[in-house]
Each structure stands twice: as structure tokens, then as C-alpha cells.
DNA sequence: CTGTATCCGAACCGATACTG
DNA sequence: CAGTATCGGTTCGGATACAG
């Protein structure tokens, strides 16, 4: 057996996997959008552009993307005039895991530089 | 209580922390570069640019990223020419889980994913 | 209200030559 | 070998006006 090739393979496919993870729930606005609509429920494309503050170019985009890995549900309702509600997906729930090791990593790190620094003095 | 303004609070929290994650371990080349280390053991400087095929203008710059956030370890060998050697720290190690449930997510996301599609026709 | 179109600046990343 | 300097291209995100 090819060890060595196998392990190149191996070490390939976690890199592509990180990738392909990272381009899903990545950049500025994914996981922000995904906590606001897990925390909150179902809000509208205004609310959503107030609560976070990012123009309707991009959330619209964001949105978009989060559609389409099946993360938020869109759903236009019969209001006047037309509202569109948007909320995460029973399969969005896959990513709670995630969100709360980065939370906890993220939390913990913040008190390890600071050991850090103060054992260099 | 206020229990809206504590939501509020924590939620900005969550998103902070989750952010600061991402600053650490995002972008192109931060995981790329641990998981090598972590699989393989200490690379030199050129070692690691051949490996990703990363140029030295970047590889350099996250090289000094990670170490300022105590991930890797640089060590200056008494060599002729002079060699430099990277490793993982002990605390990169905190990185593990997050590694292993972004891998996980990415490949069942694949899955899940093509799923979506069949169920649509 | 829900987006799209246009324009713009900033950040990110890569290639290459070069220094110590 | 290890890195820096310079330049250039691409992507990302933001502001604003506007359309449906």
C-alpha cells in the first residue's frame, strides 16, 4: 500500500471540506444572519437590514447564498404590500454545533492572549 | 429584568466572539497551513510554500498571524544556511475540535446537498 | 416593502524580483 | 534558505438611487 499517497489524498479532502465549509457560513454577514433568525425567528428583509445594518445589496445576496445551502427559508406573504419573511431551516440546525465551538473558542481565546501577554512580562 | 436589553447584549456577544474566530482561523491559507503542521510535523519556511503552493509574500504574513495568536511556533536553527522551522503549539491543539466539525459539516453538507437536489425533481 | 443597478473604496491574494 | 518590496488583479463589502 501507497501511505504516502493515501495520506496526501486524505490531507486534501480536509482541506476541500474547511473550504467548502468556510465558503457556506463565512464572510461578514452568514453567521450573523443565521444567529439573528435562529435566535429571533422568522424577520423581514428591512428588519434584517436594520438589526445588523448592512445595505440591501449585500443582504440580498447573503441571502441568496444562505437559500440556496438550504440554511433560510424564504416565504413571501399576502400582505399589502408584499412582505417576505425569512427563517432558518430545520437543516440549519446542523450548525449549531459549529457556532457554539467558535463561540467557546473565540471566548477562551480572548483570555489566552491575555496569559499570554502577561507571562511574557 | 431586561431580559431584551440581555438578549441584545448576548447576542452581540456571540457575534463578537464568533467573529473573532473567524479573524484567527479565516481566509485562504490559516487552516491550510495548521492542518499540515498538525499532520506532519515541523516545515520549513519553503517546505510549506511548495507544499500549498502559497507564495512567500503570504505565507509570511500568516505565518506572523498565527504566531502572534500563539498557534505556531517558529524556531530559528543554527544551520548553514540559516533554516527556520514551524510547528503547531500545544494550544493549537484547542483548534482540533473546530477542525474536526468544520471537516465533518463540509462532507455531510455535500451529501446533503445533492439530497436537496434529487428530492426537487 | 423588497429588492436591483451603479459606482466606489478597501481588503485580499498572487507573481516576481530582490536582499541578507 | 528566509523573507521583503513592488506591483497588479480580483473579490468583497458599502452607499445610494431607483424599480416593482
Known sequence: MNNTSDDFEECNNIRLSLKDTLTVIG???KLPLITVLLRDGKKQFNQL??????SPRILSKEL????INM???REVKNTKPIT???S???Y???LVDIILVLNDWGKKHKEA???GFTEIK
Request: glycine share 8%; with cysteine; hydrophobic share 45%.
Open 88 to 90: 432558518v431551516t430545520k
Open 92 to 94: 440549519c440546525e446542523s
Open 27 to 29: 464572510g461578514k454577514w
Open 84 to 86: 417576505v419573511e425569512y
Open 64 to 67: 441568496a447564498e444562505l437559500e
Open 71 to 73: 440554511l433560510i427559508a
Open 113 to 115: 492572549l491575555k496569559q
Open 49 to 54: 437590514s436594520r438589526i445588523l445594518g448592512i
